[in-house]
């Protein structure tokens, strides 16, 4: 059964940073690519970044870039997003997404960041 699990999540000031962290279990994770995708209330949600399975290959969305890091840790089966110089419109539920081989695509239930003073 594939399972993503975020955690990391929480109440962060401007400029400040967090790291989010994705659990993964129930598929060969080291061959799967891992992407965060985040979504703010009534907005679509939207891809922030992406690894592949080796870590040798990183992509990012504008906003991310320079400010957000995905790494990941095969050997925990874990994949990060570091988050820093973090502004308001950063705020959002952040998720964690992986696609199996058959197409269907599975997702954590998210971890919210708030980005407030």
């Known amino acids: 059964q594939v399972q993503l699990v975020e955690s990391g999540g929480g109440l962060v000031q401007p400029g400040g940073s967090l790291r989010l962290s994705c659990a993964a279990s129930?598929?060969?994770?080291?061959?799967?690519?891992m992407s965060w995708y985040r979504q703010a209330p009534g907005k679509e949600r939207e891809l922030v970044a992406s690894?592949?399975?080796?870590?040798?290959?990183?992509n990012y969305v504008n906003f991310a870039k320079g400010r957000f890091t995905i790494s990941r840790d095969n050997a925990k089966n874990t994949v990060y997003l570091q988050m820093s110089s973090l502004k308001p419109e950063d705020t959002a539920m952040y998720y964690c997404?992986?696609?199996?081989?058959?197409?269907?695509?599975?997702w954590g239930k998210g971890t919210l960041v708030t980005v407030s003073s």
């Open positions: 997404r992986t696609t199996r081989p058959s197409g269907t695509v599975y």
């Open positions: 129930g598929f060969t994770f080291s061959w799967a690519a």
């Open positions: 690894i592949s399975g080796t870590g040798g290959t990183t």
